[in-house]
């Protein structure tokens, strides 16, 4: 099977902030023989960013601003594709929504330039308070149940701890019942570590949640963990007790913990994952 033709172009505009594009995709599927036509159709909303707070060199967070007029909801750990105008065949870029559901119909992204892309540099260097982004509709299936009742562990490395911020600062706001949370978060060193502070303070605010940083460089003066992510969770779930795994981040982290996290007793079902490529 193999698709011949996708995105065909930006159509109808419904209401002076709000477009929907549809994506026409041709599906031929050889050993039928048949032609599949599958559309999607993805709504859009003019939404303004309304603060930047840059971490470093290398991470912006984006405040942005949906409409009042737009009913605008998600679950924790869902994301949205930035329709960017850029020149390239795919001008849409995901990113994970880094906030908890707000009542002002902002929300926020934290996003790390890659200086080899289309998309970052031009958020980067464009993009100011005040500017305008096409942002999709919420998407994703990333996300915890509605009752949680088996202990968690997230894995994530760099921004892939965006959903978990949401999920972690919902289930702190509207006070949601929970088992024990472990978050080992990886980066190279203590400058890159997203949201430290308040991810340290988090650990007195959510019964039973845990934060673990590991770094994977040489900080001389760092006293926590260091190396890589897997061996902490292999040591800490080697008892093989109950527990659900969100994995987020980049492919080969998630390809090699999913494949670790089997291989110590678990089932599939039990890893849900996000890759960022
Ligand atoms: C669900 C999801 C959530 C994400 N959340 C975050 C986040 O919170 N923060 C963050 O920093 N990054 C996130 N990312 C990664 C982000 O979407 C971009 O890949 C990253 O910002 C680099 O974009 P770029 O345009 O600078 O790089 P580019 O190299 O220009 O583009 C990278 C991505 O664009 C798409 N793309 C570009 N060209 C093609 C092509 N020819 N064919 C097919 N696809 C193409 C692919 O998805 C590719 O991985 C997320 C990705 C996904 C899938």
């Known amino acids: 099977m193999g698709v011949i033709a996708a995105k065909v172009t930006s159509l109808r505009v419904l209401k002076e902030k709000q477009f929907t594009r549809i994506h026409i995709g041709i599906v031929f599927d050889k050993l039928l023989m048949t032609i599949k036509i599958k559309v999607v159709t993805r709504k859009y909303y003019h939404c303004q960013v309304v603060n930047i707070i840059s971490e470093s060199d290398l991470v ?38 880094a906030s908890p559901p707000s009542d002002d119909n902002t929300f926020e992204l934290v996003i790390s330039i890659n200086p080899a892309g289309l998309g970052t540099p031009y958020l980067f260097h464009n993009i100011t308070v005040g500017s305008f982004l096409k942002v999709s509709e919420v998407l994703g299936k990333f996300h915890l149940p509605y009752v949680i009742d088996t202990e968690l562990c997230f894995i994530c490395t760099g921004t892939g701890i965006a959903p978990f911020r949401s ?20 980066n190279r060193f203590i400058k890159d570590i997203l949201y ?19 770094l994977s460089r040489d900080n001389p003066e760092w006293q926590g963990r260091r190396g ?31 494949r670790r996290i089997e291989a110590m007793g678990y089932e599939r079902m039990n890893i849900k994952f996000e890759i960022y490529d």
């Open 60 to 97: 912006k967070r984006y405040i942005i601003k949906v409409p009042d007029e737009i009913p605008f909801s998600f679950n924790p750990g869902q994301f949205v594709m930035l329709d960017l105008p850029i020149d390239s065949k795919y001008t849409n870029r995901s990113y994970s929504i």
């Open 167 to 186: 999920m972690l600062l919902n289930i702190h706001d509207k006070n949601i019942p929970h088992k024990n949370i472990t978050m080992i978060f990886g």
């Open 196 to 214: 430290y502070s308040e991810m340290e303070a988090l650990q007195d605010k959510i019964q039973g949640f845990k934060f673990i940083p590991v």
């Open 228 to 258: 890589y992510v897997h061996p902490v969770y292999e040591e800490l779930f080697a008892d093989k007790r109950p527990a659900q795994f969100y994995l987020c981040g980049w492919a080969e982290m998630l390809h090699e913990a999913r």
